[in-house]
């Protein structure tokens, strides 16, 4: 019979791999809360209607990449490519934004039948956080600041900010006019996919990596000379209070994000260290996304990052980061195990990781066991031990003689030698 493997672009995460996951989501968790962010959990699978109508139908994300199915209900399923649509389909649909203003976080698995490449899967996890009922540069400031803190936190540095705004939907009209006049006189030198958004979608022909389009764009109008004057004073104060800050940024009147419910402010953080995929943090405000699925008008600004290339890059800068140590191995070579598992089972309610050896065998090749995980200490109880009412601690990983504690006393005597460890910086316990 034939191995099955796993699907394309979607990958296991082997125990090897989790500490650093563990590691960077504790930030996220972490900063979030700090700010006073609230954790929301939606569905993996939404209706296909909701991300059509907010994402937008020119977009490649709907046009091709969806995982998108009809159930036994004959109801169009689809598997969520993105979270932002999904958090404000929540929040309208249980009224929490209903005369108040929310600040939300987000973690967990998204869906993209993309090609698979370095830092970009079919199967993909987010972290994202979402402010909505604010209109002001202030939130804009702040969602920054958020980002900007997890960077510090994880140690991650050469991040390059960059941001832009697109205005209002009547600055957008203007400007999309005058775009589109600008690239049709110029369409035989875009390529195909331009020349199927240029009446369509044309804004997206900005974020259009092709060199000889982007070449032809040097030249086109810029959307900032469209601005209403309370929108270039909402961005410039954004500006003011990022420099204010301490944040460096630069302004990219090309970046426009590749989703259709973006307005105003836009960024993005990127870098030059994970290949084609620079961003690594994008968002930007979607204030009309509510009102069009249906709630009531309601302001709102958030961004995503993707969790792979995040942890890429805290392997690329960071030291190696450490697991928690199994503290004591339990060996019993006696007929009865009771008394060494009730000993794990109290080192245990002390917050101590344990392992008891199962399946038998000679204590040399229980102890090697023990020594190739990584253990702390080995407690061994023989059938001397269990004669004299002691358990033998032995420190594996120096050269510290072995002991023979009397039962009662082995626990704390345990707590006292992993303390010893710890002040002596050989091993890390973690609250």
């Not at 700090?34 to 994402?55: C, D, W």
């Not at 389909?89 to 249980?94: F, N, P, S, T, V």
């Not at 705004?165 to 009209?173: D, K, V």
């Not at 009147?253 to 590749?258: N, S």
Request: glycine share 8%; charged share 25%; with cysteine.
């Amino acid at each position: 019979m034939k191995n099955i493997q796993s699907v394309r672009g979607m990958n296991d995460l082997l125990p090897d791999q989790i500490a650093v996951w563990h590691r960077v989501e504790a930030v996220l968790r972490a900063v979030s809360e700090r700010y006073g962010y609230q954790e929301i959990r939606t569905p993996m699978v939404e209706k296909t209607a909701l991300f059509t109508q907010s994402i937008g139908d020119q977009t490649d994300i709907v046009e091709k990449e969806m995982y998108t199915f009809v159930d036994a209900g004959e109801e169009s399923l689809t598997l969520r490519p993105e979270s932002t649509a999904s958090t404000v389909r929540a929040c309208i649909q249980h009224g929490l934004i209903h005369n108040r203003q929310i600040r939300l976080w987000y973690m967990g698995p998204m869906f993209r039948r993309e090609r698979p490449q370095r830092g970009r899967y079919r199967q993909f996890h987010q972290f994202g956080i979402e402010a909505l009922g604010w209109p002001g540069p202030d939130i804009d400031g702040e969602i920054i600041r958020v980002g900007e803190r997890i960077w510090k936190e994880l140690g991650i540095q050469g991040l390059v900010l960059e941001i832009n705004a697109l205005g209002s939907e009547r600055s957008r009209a203007a400007y999309r006019q005058a775009l589109t006049g600008f690239l049709t006189e110029r369409k035989d030198y875009l390529d195909e996919v331009s020349r199927r958004r240029l009446h369509t979608n044309p804004l997206r022909i900005l974020d259009n990596k092709n060199p000889g389009v982007q070449e032809i764009l040097k030249d086109a109008p810029v959307l900032q000379d469209f601005m209403e004057t309370d929108e270039q004073e909402h961005f410039e104060s954004l500006c003011s209070s990022l420099e204010q800050s301490g944040i460096s940024y630069r302004i990219n009147p090309r970046l426009v994000r590749g989703l259709d419910y973006y307005s105003g402010t836009v960024f993005e953080w990127i870098t030059d260290q994970l290949g084609a995929q620079s961003a690594v943090c994008a968002g930007g405000r979607y204030d009309k996304l509510i009102a069009n699925r249906g709630g009531k008008d309601t302001p709102g600004i958030g961004f995503a990052m993707g969790l792979e290339r995040l942890i890429e890059l805290v392997m690329l800068q960071s030291e190696k980061v450490e697991t928690q140590p199994i503290h004591a191995y339990m060996i019993d070579l006696t007929d009865r195990s009771d008394i060494t598992t009730r000993i794990a089972e109290t080192l245990r309610d002390r917050g101590l990781n344990v392992i008891e050896h199962c399946g038998g065998g000679k204590l040399k090749n229980q102890l090697r066991k023990a020594d190739q995980l990584g253990a702390v200490l080995a407690l061994i109880r023989g059938q001397d031990e269990a004669e004299s009412g002691v358990v033998q601690l032995k420190p594996l990983r120096d050269n510290k003689p072995h002991s023979n504690v009397p039962v009662e006393e082995v626990v704390g005597q345990c707590v006292k030698t992993l303390m010893y460890y710890i002040e002596q910086e050989k091993i890390h316990i973690k609250n």
